[in-house]
Each structure stands twice: as C-alpha cells, then as structure tokens.
C-alpha cells in the first residue's frame, strides 16, 4: 500500500507551502489523482484519516478529484477515444498520455490569524 | 477581535499549490539518472509479478553473455530475504539485495543508498548493464522513478492474456515487454501471443514484446539486441554483430 507513503509526500509538501503563513489550522486539502497514477483513491483517503492527526492536519479534510486518463497524439494531438489502440487513428503515430497519470496536490485552505 | 489575547480573528485563505506527490522521488532519480548517463550505464528496471521470471530472464541473460565480455550486475528488491541476489550471484551477476519489509515497491532513495554499500558499484563502468529488478508486484512499482534508462515488464504466459488490460497503470509505464515462460505454450491451448499483443497495443504506448523462454534460451539474443538498441553509444555499436559487447 502505496497510498500511506505517499499521504506523508502530501503532509511534506503541504508544510513546504504554508510555512511562510503559520495557519491557525489548514481546514482543506484537495489532491487531483489521475486514472493512471497506481494510486487508489479509498486508500488514499484511508490514509490521510490514518495519518493525519499525527502530522498536525487534525482539522484538515481531504477532497480528491479524479482526473480521467486523456491519449493525445504527440505530433497531431488528435485525441484518442477509450479503449482505443494506442496509435494516432489520424497519421498513425505515436500517442502520449497528455493527462490522468500523476498525483498532485492543487489547493489549501486554512484559518489565518490578522495579528 | 479575539477577546483573550487580542489577535484578529481568523479568516480563510487558500493557496493554489499544484506540486507532485512525487517530486521527492523524481528529484532523486534525477540525481541517479545524472550518475548513470554520465558513467554510461545502461539501466533496466525490471518489473513484474511475482513468479513472472524475473530473475529467471536474468539468469538466461548471464549464460548467453557469458564468454561475450557483457559486464552486467543487478539490485534484486523483495520483502523478504536476499534469495534472488544470491541466484543472480551464481549465475555471475554482481548482485545486491534491497529488502523492503513491508514495502510494495522501490523508490529511488532506496536505490540510491544500495549503490552507495554495493562493492561493484564503483567498478560500474561504461557499456556494463545494471538491472533493478523490482519487487514482484504489477502495480506499486510503476510509479516510482528510479533512474532508469528503461522500463521493461516481464509477463509470463502463464498470467493469462487480459493481464495487460488488468494493470494498464504498469503496462503504460513499459518501454519493452518480455514475455516468458513460452516453452509452456503447448501446455495452454487458451494463451495466444497475438491477443496478448493486441492487449499490449490498448495499453502500452509503441508496444513492443519479446517472447522469451529462460531454459532454452529462446528469445535471449533478441532482448540483448534490444538492449543494445537502448545503450548507450558505445554499446549501441557493437549491434550490428547481434551480439551487445562494450568497447
């Protein structure tokens, strides 16, 4: 299970990202996992609820978009229909996943403190 | 105005982050990539499930190589146990093992920090090929950067024909396809290679596959032809002669 591993990616790069505005609590934290990133989103959620208290995100809820796998021609950028061949059905060539195979945290959202 | 200590009260921001979950692990490949072309390495990672003949392909690999000056070594990741590294050191490969414990797959620090213990590593050398043979598992491994200068899943006939449409996510990541274990094929009327192809072609981008058998060695010289074709220049010269041999 993958997925523990990377919610502790997701805590690190989140407290990259707030460091130079301390929150009084991050209250969101939305992650796009693509179709065909090999991670699965029950699991993901599952260890963000695991692992999130730990890490000081007690207050933080997880929102997860899934982002559908999109096969573009490299050349032409025809897109592919699913279930396709992985072939350019207009010149015959080469095609490359133009969206859906990586895991990305987009957003967060937090209470700050006006001092 | 907060009526304890006098702060402001709170009020919601957000930033818009859009980072990868991976970028630790992709720096760190980076890193590992830079070492490998610099010392021109040809890196494989060599995945599949468990029982697909990774090791097997390995072994194969060593006795075709072996009179033909190949230098080739090799990291052997499992939970458990350094069995396959000490297969792969009988069968004359220089081979380290990297136990996971409970970990599914490989990551490039844990590459990273092998080469750093491993006697051969340092005797790496140009043309020679060092395969990470990845923890026997067709999903995790897929998405962890190690390095490497290719992909290559083996998939045994014996796994049944829709396994590429089953594990698209490790398919994808593939830059060649082994399939073994085809000496079996009298033994299993329902396997065609060409619905395996076919699959490989809804999953795989420029799907390429070579049918291989470990025991007789069939399909042996093909992958070495093909990794010569992704070595580095001075082992891609010697392809012409069929046979990969570093200058």
Redesign the interface.
């Known amino acids: 299970?993958?997925e523990a591993?990377?919610v502790q990616?997701?805590f690190?790069?989140?407290d990259t990202?707030?460091c130079p505005?301390p929150p009084?609590?991050v209250?969101s934290l939305t992650?796009r996992i693509g179709e065909?990133?090999?991670?699965d989103a029950d699991l993901f959620r599952t260890a963000f609820e695991v692992c999130r208290d730990a890490r000081g995100y007690a207050a933080a809820k997880l929102q997860v978009t899934v982002e559908s796998a999109c096969?573009a021609c490299r050349d032409c950028r025809v897109a592919l229909g699913r279930?396709?061949?992985?072939?350019c059905p207009a010149c015959g060539g080469?095609?490359?996943?133009s969206s859906g195979?990586?895991?990305?945290?987009?957003?967060?959202?937090?209470?700050?403190?006006?001092? | 105005m907060c009526e304890v200590c006098g702060c402001g009260d709170p009020h919601r921001v957000h930033i818009d982050v859009g980072a990868s979950l991976l970028a630790a692990n992709d720096d760190a490949a980076h890193h590992l990539r830079e070492h490998f072309e610099a010392a021109a390495i040809t890196v494989v990672n060599l995945m599949g499930s468990p029982g697909a003949g990774k090791t097997a392909l390995l072994e194969a690999t060593a006795r075709h190589v072996a009179r033909r000056g190949l230098r080739l070594a090799a990291l052997s990741g499992d939970l458990a146990t350094s069995l396959d590294a000490e297969r792969l050191a009988r069968a004359g490969i220089p081979s380290r093992a990297i136990t996971t414990g409970s970990a599914c797959h490989l990551d490039a620090a844990m590459v990273h920090d092998v080469l750093h213990h491993a006697p051969f590593a340092s005797a790496l050398s140009s043309g020679d090929v060092l395969f990470i043979e990845n923890v026997g598992n067709l999903v995790c491994p897929a998405i962890y950067d190690l390095g490497q200068r290719a992909n290559v899943v083996v998939l045994s006939v014996t796994e049944g024909v829709d396994k590429p449409l089953k594990y698209p996510v490790m398919f994808r990541k593939a830059d060649l396809v082994v399939l073994s274990k085809i000496d079996l094929l009298p033994y299993l009327p329902d396997v065609s290679t060409e619905t395996i192809r076919s699959n490989l072609a809804r999953v795989m981008p420029s799907a390429q596959m070579i049918e291989v058998s470990a025991p007789t060695g069939a399909g042996i010289g093909e992958f070495l032809a093909w990794l010569s074709r992704i070595g580095p220049p001075r082992l891609r010269r010697s392809a012409s002669e069929g046979d990969v041999v570093p200058t």
């Open positions: 299970m993958h591993s990377l990616a997701l690190d790069r989140v990202a707030i505005h009084a609590a209250r992650v065909l990133a090999g991670v096969w279930g396709e061949p992985l072939q080469p095609v490359t996943l195979g990586g895991l990305f945290v987009d957003r967060v959202e937090m209470e700050v403190i006006d001092v």
